[in-house]
């Protein structure tokens, strides 16, 4: 078994510590923790595997991956501009979404939609010739298009779909809808479905889940067709076979 020996009397090492307990007493740990490490003002290295813990206990994350580095930031340069798919997948809960796409010029061809993409998003991602791409959309990159501002509607797409599930959390709605995805054969999906943070959900038939975070005001319903935007501007793509990402910026 490793150990860790930290010889500066004035780091601490956490390993673990809250994985044993239950849902409402980690959280009230974690903060309990974070207000510990404010109050001590000293360098604190902490191992999790909880990504929640990450964002929430950390001012610079590192992302682990069988033992090679993956990415190292701020908790939100890490959600906000993934370095790979990994990293897409493992910051954030619900996690990213990830689907297979083509880019022909400035669209994006998706199983439920196809959008113009933005010029300064075509030059990021490049020559895609003979490239397998993955599409990631953050599950607050959805709305209901009803609750879009006119002004900002122009950012984004809309498109129709029935909606297979849908969980009320109060300051807003889970809205999970299935598209015809086929596999995703990537690594990196893999490893996150093989993590406890687990990979993109599919469905027997094959299908793909998407989850969509939508407003309060949302008159989303189960079974009924429902018409979501999409901000085209928040779309990340990665290569398939390698998990680079296309759009992450240095």
């Known amino acids: 078994m490793g150990r860790a020996i930290v010889r500066n009397p004035k780091a601490f090492l956490m390993d673990e510590p809250l994985s044993n307990l239950d849902a409402k007493l980690r ?35 590192a992302v682990m991956r069988g033992g090679y580095l993956q990415q190292v930031g701020s908790p939100m340069e890490l959600y906000n501009n993934p370095a790979n798919l990994f990293v897409a997948g493992f910051i954030g809960s619900p996690g990213m979404n990830f689907l297979p796409a083509t880019v022909e ?11 113009t993409l933005p010029q300064a998003l075509r030059e990021r991602i490049g020559r895609t010739d003979g490239r397998n791409l993955i599409a990631g959309i953050r599950p607050e990159d959805f709305e209901d298009h009803a609750a879009v501002a006119a002004e900002q509607r122009a950012d984004g797409t809309t498109f129709t779909v029935p909606l297979d599930f849908v969980e009320a959390m109060g300051a807003g709605y889970y ?3 299935s598209v ?19 990979g993109e959900e599919a ?15 949302s008159k989303a319903r189960v079974g009924q067709p429902s018409e979501l935007w999409v901000d085209v501007t928040k779309l990340h793509f990665f ?8 759009t992450y910026k240095p």
Do not use: C, K, W
């Open 27 to 61: 959280v009230q740990m974690r903060a309990e923790v974070s207000r510990i490490q404010s109050r001590l003002n000293t360098t604190t290295v902490y191992v999790t595997h909880d990504q929640t813990e990450a964002m929430t206990l950390g001012d610079r994350v």
């Open 180 to 198: 015809g995805a086929g596999e995703l054969a990537s690594s990196d999906l893999q490893d996150l479905a093989a993590d406890t943070t687990g």
């Open 105 to 115: 010029g400035d669209t994006a061809h998706l199983p439920m939609v196809d959008v």
């Open 239 to 246: 290569d398939a076979d390698s998990g680079e990402s296309l």
């Open 175 to 177: 809205a999970h809808f």
């Open 203 to 217: 469905l027997p038939t094959g299908q793909t889940v998407v989850v969509a975070r939508l407003a309060p005001t």
